[in-house]
Structures are given as C-alpha cells and as structure tokens.
C-alpha cells in the first residue's frame, strides 16, 4: 500500500491543483515531486518521491533514498492513493 505524503496540504495556495482521479486522468504530471509511501512485504515501508511520468510506459518513476527506483504503472497509482486524496471516482473492489 502507498500513501501520497503532502507536507504542504494545509498550507497550499487557493490555486493549487486538487488532485482527484479525475485530474490525474487529465494531467498525469500532478503526482511529480510527491512523496509516496509504498510498503514491501517483509521489508516494510518506504518513503520515495515521484519524479516523472513516462508517457511512453503510463506510469510513474519513484525514486527512493538508497537509490532504488520503481516504476509504477498508472492505474497501480490509483488504487493506491490515500483516502486524504479525493478517491470518490474510483470503483469499489469487492471482497
């Protein structure tokens, strides 16, 4: 599971984009410069900063500390965003 980490949310500007799946379908660049916590099993979590999206692949580069980088395909970003973000557009999963 990631979460998208916002130090800024309180304190954005009145023009500052809201990002919803919406917005991101529209302008798939609004998530560069994030900070996404993504956890791996056994390893824990992980904090990384989304820092391009490659149009060619539909999905975002995300750089960690150590050097790592993760390719995440866009509809992966999705089902990952955190309820802070607006998810209303998504569809529900069933158990």
Known sequence: MSKVID?????????????????LRVNKSLLIGKKLKKCFSGFGGAI????????????????????????????????????GLNRDNLPTKKL
């Open 7 to 23: 130090k800024a949310s309180s304190t954005k500007s009145p023009t500052a984009p809201i990002i919803t799946t919406d917005t």
């Open 48 to 83: 990384g900063t989304v820092t391009d999206y490659p149009l060619e692949h539909d999905a975002y580069r995300l750089k960690y500390s150590d050097g790592h980088v993760d390719i995440i395909p866009f509809n992966d970003i999705l089902k990952l965003l955190p309820h």
